[in-house]
């Protein structure tokens, strides 16, 4: 894997370490690897149906990560703002409360 961690191996040894795997090769590995996007392109994305899906948890790892991949607090912010029209305003205030917190750590 290029440029990504790889994490979901420890997180998931002890009850699915097939997951792990899987995420670790096949996600970050394989499909984020692709070269029709970057990783912060693929970031971007990402964060924009996270925030859609409202998964808080997921969305402060995939914050920081797009971070790491060189989106800006301004340009995630703004992915943020978009999908409070094309998923929902609660949605969207949820995502920036917890990109805030990312930003501020």
């Not at 009850?15 to 392109?41: K, M, S």
Request: with cysteine; aromatic share 8%.
């Amino acid at each position: 894997m290029r440029g990504l961690p790889r994490k979901a191996r420890a997180m998931y040894d002890k009850i699915a370490p097939r997951y792990g795997e899987i995420t670790d090769e096949i996600l970050f590995g394989e499909i984020w690897d692709r070269p029709n996007l970057t990783h912060r392109e693929r970031s971007l994305c990402v964060i924009a149906a996270l925030t859609a899906l409202y998964r808080t948890d997921q969305i402060r790892a995939h914050v920081q990560l797009g971070i790491t991949n060189g989106c800006t607090q301004d340009e995630i912010a703004e992915v943020m703002l978009l999908m409070a029209f094309y998923a929902s305003w609660p949605c969207a205030g949820n995502a920036l409360r917890v990109a805030s917190e990312v930003f501020e750590a």
